[in-house]
């Protein structure tokens, strides 16, 4: 692990938020990371750029149309063009990386994050979904095959980076901090009528649309509790949310003495992901420091689950177990793609997800094919609700 080879890095979209600032932290390292495999989903302009700069092993385009329209152009030797799942089995049965970082959205970074287990390799996890779906499959099969989750998510690398030699204490209390998103001062009235462009606009990340309008909703924060919870194995209780709007502190661990740790930073994903990629050794980073004059306020308030059920939802379906989480991320992914397409109100996506939650039948989570069919017949269902119900 302390090793100081190069290390040949995977990234399942590259072309996304969390992958451009990968490429960043690889560029600004050239003597520690390569980027030996990029994979886009259909943004093969982006893709193009990435392989002429980054002169990558491999390329893989998920989109078949984005695939055969770039084959039809594409001339540069040196990069080897794949196409999709099948593509990225190859990469990591023939060509293993050293990190495979998954920074796809949804339930469709699951069975990636399941092959790159299988195949041994080491994650850098941006896709909280994985967890969310399956955290009891993936955790144990990561245990199996003797592999480190690391996290990227800024709350889980802040918890990650605190608990640095505390392997032998015991956990009292993880705080996840949250910025409270876009709306955090609105009034139950006013979140009737916000419009997708508004939730777009978060105050602190600039991120992809499905995480910032999670952002909005809280129920980002609420997935994040659930990935928690898996990550760190403690008691369902003991993960809570403050909201802290200045996202000065990414999150905090409370040992038994109650002594509190907190990692604290600018808002930059490249610090947690760099943190990721070469655990336990950080390396130099072109980020502002944090100037404590600036930012001279830090404040926390405790999160309106009144205003923003999401957050609710995913501790009962966290608290509830089996196949519960499925369905929540199934649910909200349908209902916020509905949302971001002017199809329903924003205060229409908690009362989509509840009543999903609601008539579900648990069964068991550790079987992956049972998994997908609850998340097919959840997107299914949501999609007949949004279609009858509030169109
Ligand atoms: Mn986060």
């Known amino acids: 692990m302390y090793s100081n080879k190069m290390k040949n890095i995977c990234i399942l ?21 390569r980027a030996q495999t990029l994979i886009t ?15 990558p092993d491999y390329a893989i385009i998920y989109n078949k149309s984005a695939y055969d329209g770039f084959m039809t152009q594409f001339s540069k030797s040196g990069t080897e063009i794949l196409f999709g799942y099948d593509g990225l089995l190859y990469v990591l049965n023939n060509n293993k ?4 970082v998954n920074a796809f959205v949804g ?19 941006a896709n909280k979904e994985t967890l969310v779906v399956a955290g009891s499959l993936i955790m144990n099969l990561a245990e199996k095959m003797d592999v480190n989750i690391i996290p990227i998510d800024s709350e889980h690398s802040a918890i ?16 996840l901090t949250a910025s409270g998103g876009p709306f955090r ?6 979140l009737r009528h916000v419009t997708p462009a508004e939730a777009l606009k978060h105050p602190n990340w600039k991120m992809g649309s499905k995480i910032t309008i999670d952002s909005a909703t ?23 949310v403050v909201i802290h709007p200045q996202s000065i502190i990414h999150s905090m661990v409370e040992f038994e003495d109650k002594s509190i740790k907190a990692q604290l930073g600018v808002p930059d994903m490249r610090i947690p992901i760099q943190y990721a990629l070469d655990f336990p050794r950080r390396h130099e980073l072109d980020t502002p420091a944090m100037d404590f004059l600036q930012f001279d306020t830090l404040t926390f308030e405790q999160p309106d689950l009144e205003k923003f059920p999401c957050l609710n939802l995913a501790y009962e379906a966290l608290k509830s177990g089996k196949t519960y989480s499925a369905v929540l991320n199934a649910a909200n992914e349908v209902a916020v793609a509905a949302f971001l397409n002017h199809e329903i109100k924003y205060v229409d996506i908690p009362v989509i997800i509840e009543s999903q939650l609601e008539n579900h039948i648990p069964e068991d989570a550790e079987d992956f094919n049972n998994l997908l069919e609850i998340d097919t017949r959840t997107r299914e269902s949501t999609r007949h609700d949004i279609v009858t119900s509030f169109k």
């Open 41 to 55: 989903n259909t943004n093969t302009d982006l893709l193009e750029k990435q392989i002429s700069e980054f002169c």
């Open 107 to 125: 339930f469709a970074g699951l069975n990636p994050t399941i092959q790159a287990l299988k195949s041994k390799i080491n994650i850098a996890l």
């Open 185 to 190: 001062t609105k009034s139950r009235e006013e």
């Open 160 to 175: 990650w980076q605190c608990l640095a030699g505390e392997n032998q204490n015991k956990i009292r209390r993880l705080i």
């Open 13 to 33: 979209g590259s072309t996304g938020s969390i992958g451009v600032n990968t490429l960043d932290v690889i560029r600004q390292h050239p003597e520690n990371f």
């Open 218 to 240: 809280l129920m980002n924060k609420g997935l994040e509790v659930i990935e928690a919870y898996w990550l760190y194995n403690v008691n369902k209780s003991s993960i809570e």
């Open 97 to 100: 990386p050293d990190v495979f």
